[in-house]
T-cell receptor
Framework: SQTIHQWPATLVQPVGSPLSLECTVE??????LYWYRQAAGRGLQLLFY??????ISSEVPQNLSASRPQDRQFILSSKKLLLSDSGFYLC????????????FGAGTRLSVL | DAKTTQPNSMESNEEEPVHLPCNHS???????IHWYRQLPSQGPEYVIH???SNVNNRMASLAIAEDRKSSTLILHRATLRDAAVYYC????????????FGKGTKLSVKP
């Protein structure tokens, strides 16, 4: 069966520090991968998606970047965190190009202080 | 723009059916209707999806209006564990992250 792993579960970082969040998927090949952010009390906002290694599409301009160095690995990064980067970050995967059913990880709660 | 409209909140009693409505009046012919739910401090969980016909699975049923401009997620017997935010989403087929989450309906279940 397929599983998705995100870490860490929680993270507290000072303003101006770098960020690296990692997401890996097991049990499937060539998944589509997604990074979402959820601000407190808000809906999910799609940040990046990837249909293959090295292929990244950005949905919104921001202080963040994403990379996909391996088929089942998706990394969210920042060189210098801002207070506004605080939120709940979620990784998701899907397969195929049909119904686009997405399966989410447990999320990382990031607090930038 | 989520392009779906849901009530902000609903309440239900435990072991009673729950009907969660969603309006998607501008839906196109190729858009699927997806439902996800999100428990507190967890990632969203896929519930069900449909295109034109009503759908049933082990979690819920999805009733789609004939004109596809609205749909209803039906939980047949609500449990306390069903308390969550339920998102109704228009999703196009394809890999490009076309699931746009709105604010959803916060469902409370009373014992």
């Amino acid at each position: 069966s397929q599983t998705i792993h995100q870490w860490p579960a929680t993270l507290v970082q000072p303003v101006g520090s770098p960020l690296s969040l990692e997401c890996t998927v097991e049990g499937t090949s060539n998944p589509n991968l997604y990074w979402y952010r959820q601000a407190a009390g808000r809906g999910l906002q799609l940040l990046f998606y990837s249909v293959g290694i090295g292929q990244i599409s950005s949905e919104v301009p921001q202080n963040l970047s994403a990379s996909r160095p391996q088929d089942r690995q998706f990394i969210l990064s920042s060189k210098k965190l801002l207070l506004s980067d605080s939120g709940f970050y979620l990784c998701a995967w899907s397969v195929g190009s049909g119904k686009n059913i997405q399966y989410f990880g447990a999320g990382t709660r990031l607090s930038v202080l | 723009d989520a392009k779906t409209t849901q009530p902000n909140s609903m309440e239900s009693n435990e072991e009673e059916p729950v009907h969660l409505p969603c309006n998607h009046s501008t839906i196109s012919g190729t858009d699927y209707i997806h439902w996800y739910r999100q428990l507190p401090s967890q990632g969203p969980e896929y519930v069900i999806h449909g295109l034109t016909s009503n759908v049933n699975n082990r979690m819920a049923s999805l009733a789609i209006a004939e004109d596809r401009k609205s749909s209803t997620l039906i939980l047949h017997r609500a449990t306390l564990r069903d308390a969550a935010v339920y998102y109704c989403i228009r999703g196009r087929g394809g890999s490009q992250g076309n699931l746009i989450f709105g604010k959803g309906t916060k469902l409370s279940v009373k014992p």
